[in-house]
């Protein structure tokens, strides 16, 4: 950051701590673009005097609410419900459900946050929403979920719909959940609309939608390879997680040539010196996606796997060309970052959403090594939401080729949009700044267009 503006932005960020206290996920997100942003605010005084970035710090809307539900037991359990609708100005609300025991406002406001700019990269008319629930659908029965989102649905139906804000999934919400959100809407509204995304293919889905966050954070980093004259040929890849985002992660970089050294879920972290292989991977998809069992029982059915318990993917016994941590927020702390630049790291790509601490990314910029953020580099999955919205509005089903292949395109926008905004006098691009400035520019200037909104 630059000295010049440090002051101005600690100002800023003592206003954003006063008027929303105890939410350090959210000041985190909201720091990391006010310090791309208002230097380049001072050069633009027009946002200044529309007071732009004051007003996108402010969610428009924030819905909370209680879900009661009865568990197989025949008690009654309550939980809590939120959807934070931060920004419309390029399209109606748009972003994930996220059913897991850490989530509060803070963390729905952080990511509703990310989901404005990540949406803006995308190029498609999708404005920034995210919620969720505290609700743990872990070593709950089928039942339990069901129950679990139909009430949830019951209150969340009375604000949204295809025209005003459309969910998906995110972490602890995958096909299983949006078919019991889905099924409930449509029972409370009386209609069949593209109110959810990452619908199973067979009630209005889209091909693709459940490989994209994964196909295209990998797309995006072949695309800084590229730049590079570089691919992921005989790369080697440490990935973080094995939900759906580390699972598509894994496909396509096996895909492109590159060896997986790793994956991991909250009980610890499964490596494989040789790479992982594609028997690894369906035996991967199978345990989390049916079975929902724990990681160790991918290192359990094949003995050239170790599982590490409690350990992260990140200090591995070997040199890592590119790191993509995919499980959740900060999971990525400074000492890993200094442990995967001593195992001479190139490339960081977020497949998740803000992974690694400001303390990380820190240390990778000033060590040169490529930082692409969550904003830009795992913006592929709701951007096939996007595509899944217009499908719907046209009635019809486009192919896999049709999709992936706008997937690509879409992705090799967003590199392009970054090295717009972000390349350096050197020739080298801050992903960092150019994904902020991108989406900012976007999104302020049509906030300009609609007046003091
Ligand atoms: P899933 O629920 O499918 O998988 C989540 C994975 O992360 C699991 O391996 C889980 O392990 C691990 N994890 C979750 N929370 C924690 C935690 N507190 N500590 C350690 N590990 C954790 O979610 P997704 O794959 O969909 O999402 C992963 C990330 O990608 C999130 O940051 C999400 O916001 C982001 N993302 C998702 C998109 C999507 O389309 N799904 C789009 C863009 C970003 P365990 O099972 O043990 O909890
Ligand atoms: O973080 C994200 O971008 C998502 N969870 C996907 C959101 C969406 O609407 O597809």
Redo the contacts with the bound molecule.
Sequence with gaps: MKKKFKAQIDTFMDEVKTRSPGEPEFHQSVQEVAETVIPYIDNHPKYKNANILHRMVEPERVVMFRVPWVDDNGKVQVNRGYRVQFNSAIGPYKG?L?F?P?VNLSVLKF?GFEQIF?NALTTLPLGGAKGGSEFDP?GKSNLEVMRFCQSFMTELQRHINKYTDVP???????AREIGFLFGQYKRLQNEFTGVLT?KDLNWGGSFI?PE??GYGTVYFIAEILDRNNDSFEGKTVAV????????YTVEKVLELGGKVVS?????GCVFSEDGLTQKHLEFMMEL?NEKRG??HELADAFKELTFNEGECAWGLPMNIDIAIP????N?MEEEHAQKLLDRGVKIIGE?????CTTEAVHLFQDNNVIFGP?KAV?????AT?GLEMAQNALRLSWDREKVDSKLLGIMKNIHQQCVTYGENEDGSVDYVRGANLAGFVKVADAMMDQGAV
């Excluded at 994956?263 to 009980?267: A, E, F, K, L, W």
């Excluded at 497949?351 to 992974?355: D, K, Q, R, S, V």
């Excluded at 795992?378 to 709701?382: E, F, I, K, L, S």
């Design positions: 994930g996220r897991h850490t990511l990540k872990k998906a999934g995110d972490i602890g919400v995958g990452g939608r994209a966050t973080s997680g094995s939900g759906n985002v580390a699972q994956v991991s879920d909250s009980s989390k724990r990681i995919c499980a959740t927020q999971e497949g998740a959403n803000m992974p969550g795992n913006a592929g999955g709701v939401s």
